[in-house]
């Protein structure tokens, strides 16, 4: 069995960089149409060109998950571009600031709020229905590592997508019977752009892991594009840990 996903269509939050843009351009090279969302226009056109140009279907919508008007509109554009049906959904933008609990501002915790939990919520509220009335789907939903135990200067990313691993766990109570599969992927230390600050931390983090590297944004999309797919027809609420085994030691 292949992840053939010929005639479905996607949705894939913070798609123009990272780990978003490599799940993108999976989930379109096995035949998913997707839609590109993301801040910056120019990045957003630059992977829906580079899907198009392998032969495949994309398209772009801007969208800053930060403010909820602007996560109903994502939902609307992309259910009319999608032909008013989204059958995948991958949460995977996210904010994280990483410092001391007392440093962190009002701002911070409003926009890592409502980015890694308001937004994810508002968009499984607004297409679920469709998929529920289409006969089913998938959502995947993007986590984190030390959403699983506590590092100094994570508290406020780590317990934002602690929150959205649960949520993942009551969404698959909730939506399976209706045929929507809800899981989650929890990424390690991962090379993409959003943690080139983080400099030598990250190989030195990534070093306590039994895989002794940092993973890159094409082995978690490949984690990403299995839960979505019918290899997985049997999977609900579990969080895939794509971590280099971290969670082992």
Request: hydrophobic fraction near 45%; charge should be neutral.
């Amino acid at each position: 069995m292949t992840n053939n996903l010929t005639g479905k269509t996607a949705l894939v939050t913070g798609s123009t960089s990272g780990i978003g843009r490599a799940t993108a351009l999976k989930l379109a090279a096995v035949g998913a149409h997707v839609i590109v969302s993301g801040r910056d226009a120019q990045r957003g056109d630059a992977t829906v060109a580079s899907i198009r140009d392998a032969g495949g279907k994309a398209d772009f919508v801007a969208a800053d998950l930060s403010k909820a008007g602007s996560v109903h509109k994502l939902a609307e554009q992309a259910l009319g571009l999608a032909g008013g049906r989204i059958d995948i959904l991958v949460n995977n933008a996210g904010v994280f600031p990483f410092g001391p609990t007392t440093e962190v501002s009002d701002t911070d915790l409003d926009t890592v709020a409502a980015v890694n939990i308001k937004a994810p919520f508002l968009l499984v509220a607004a297409l679920v229905p469709a998929m529920t009335a289409n006969g089913g789907g998938a959502i995947v939903n993007v986590t984190t590592m030390v959403a699983s135990f506590g590092m100094a200067g994570m508290a406020l990313y780590g317990a934002s997508k602690a929150a959205l691993q649960l949520l993942t766990k009551s969404w698959a109570a909730e939506f399976g019977p209706g045929g929507v599969r809800v899981n989650a992927v929890s990424p390690g230390p991962t090379r993409t752009e959003g943690t080139v600050g983080m400099g030598e931390g990250l190989d030195q983090l990534a070093a306590t892991t039994p895989a002794g590297r940092p993973g890159n944004p094409e082995d978690v999309a490949d984690a990403i594009v299995f839960l979505a797919s019918e290899q997985a027809k049997h999977i609900h609420g579990v969080v895939l840990p794509v971590d280099g085994g971290r969670l082992a030691v």
